[in-house]
């Protein structure tokens, strides 16, 4: 797995305006992504997955953006909302079917 | 519908002993996963069961184990607990193993002293 440190990227964002969350994957084989929310004392909670044969999704007020040249991920979150604020991770899965999660980045939402 | 349930949701445990977690997965789902998750980082991969068999394994030591019981629940074990395996434990449920979506149960909070 990644080593991550103890400080979580963090994105301020001010209450109705979009926001964008970034991630560079690791692996070149992973074919499957997908971006998970975790509230304070909650397990991960899917939002949105992609397909390496896709480039982009969109679902309820959230679009995953995949860009395998460069090995990134975005989820764009629209009209940010209070109940938006948590940690977000981004996870690849390659053919061997484990999941690997990526840096958490804290989402803060501004009143 | 219920979701994934894990028991117990918070253990207190002292270093040497041994602990064992439960998870019962979503309806109908055949494979389970465990994940460990130190404070401030993201999940780790540990196991993977489906069909009551190995699946998959991560990079932990031979002190945790686990098991799948026919009726697709799981069982997660810990010997010899060192401090360092204070963390929260998820266990994530999927229809079949491959590309199908996991899904997340709360989580034990496992603290040793």
């Known amino acids: 797995g990644e080593s991550v440190g103890l400080h979580l990227p963090t994105l301020s964002v001010q209450e109705g305006d979009n926001s964008i969350i970034n991630c560079a994957y690791s692996n070149s084989a992973s074919d499957y992504f997908i971006w998970y929310k975790q509230e304070s004392g909650k397990g991960p909670q899917f939002i949105i997955d992609?397909?390496?044969?896709?480039d982009k999704r969109q679902g309820q007020r959230v679009t995953v953006l995949l860009n395998k040249t460069v090995k990134h991920l975005s989820l764009q979150i629209a009209a940010t909302q209070p109940g938006d604020s948590a940690v977000y991770f981004c996870?690849?899965?390659?053919?061997?079917?484990?999941?690997?999660f990526g840096k958490g980045t804290r989402l803060h939402i501004l009143p | 519908d219920a979701g994934v349930t894990q028991s117990p949701t918070h253990l207190i445990k002292t270093r040497g002993q041994q602990v064992t977690l439960r998870c019962s997965p979503i309806s109908g789902h055949k494979s389970v996963s465990w994940y460990q998750q130190v404070l401030g980082q993201g999940p780790q991969f540990i196991f993977q069961?489906?069909?009551?068999?190995?699946?998959g394994r991560g990079n932990f030591p031979d002190r945790f184990s686990a098991r799948q019981f026919p009726n697709y629940s799981s069982e997660l074990n810990v010997n010899a607990l060192l401090l360092g395996d204070s963390a929260l434990y998820l266990c994530?449920?999927?229809?079949?193993?491959?590309?199908?979506?996991?899904?997340f149960g709360p989580g034990t909070r496992l603290t040793v002293l």
């Open positions: 994530a449920s999927s229809l079949e193993v491959g590309r199908d979506t996991q899904y």
């Open positions: 996870a690849e899965k390659g053919r061997d079917d484990k999941i690997i």
């Open positions: 069961y489906y069909e009551k068999e190995e699946r």
């Open positions: 992609i397909r390496s044969n896709m």
